[in-house]
């Protein structure tokens, strides 16, 4: 069985979470089996602790309307950003303007959207592995420690919350996690047309 490939893009190098504030990205169907509800959770703590932090969130799905209605209620707009559904292209390019990406995806965390925000260099966040389903096995095998900031599925909001904190707190941290996903991505993705070929 063969990952899939990535659509590399041409645009300007991704951009230093040091320059700030650090630009967060999250994508996918608004569902809970996505982790959107946790995110959110999360964030609502983060920005009481290191408020210097912007998430977007591209995606449409059934829990949209709650999450506009929580934004609100929660007075995160300062914060968060839906930015609905876009298309691939426009997609692309956010991955090269953000700095941190998170998959909180509890069917499985080696997606399209993560590959591509692997070859973007973001820093990624993603769900460590269930040691019940065993669901994220392979994703823990073959992605490095240092490639990926793990959460912890049993306390999704607070191991979240914890680890952005502590990336927030020293954006040289998400800079190295760019260089080890970088380092490790010129291995491990390929693109569409070198996968068609093999």
């Not at 990624?124 to 900031?149: E, G, K, S």
């Not at 040289?172 to 996903?181: C, D, G, L, T, Y």
Request: hydrophobic content about 40%.
């Amino acid at each position: 069985t063969l990952l899939n490939g990535v659509d590399y893009l041409n645009c300007a190098a991704s951009r230093s979470a040091l320059e700030g504030p650090v630009r967060i990205l999250f994508v996918g169907k608004l569902i809970r089996e996505k982790g959107v509800l946790e995110l959110i959770e999360a964030v609502k703590s983060v920005r009481h602790v290191q408020p210097n932090f912007h998430l977007s969130i591209v995606g449409k799905g059934t829990l949209g309307p709650f999450l506009e209605r929580e934004i609100s209620r929660l007075q995160l707009e300062r914060h968060v950003t839906l930015l609905g559904s876009l298309e691939h292209r426009e997609v692309q390019r956010l991955y090269h303007r953000h700095d941190i990406y998170i998959s909180l995806n509890k069917l499985g965390n080696l997606s399209n959207t993560v590959l591509e925000a692997m070859s973007a260099n973001l820093c990624i966040m993603m769900l460590d592995r269930d040691p019940v389903t065993h669901t994220d096995d392979y994703t823990a095998a073959v992605v490095p420690a240092d490639a990926a900031v793990r959460i912890d599925r049993r306390d999704i909001v607070g191991d979240l919350g914890q680890k952005l904190c502590m990336l927030l707190a020293d954006p040289r941290r998400i800079e190295a996690f760019k260089s080890n996903v970088q380092r490790f991505g010129k291995t491990f993705l390929w693109s569409w047309n070198q996968r068609i070929d093999h």
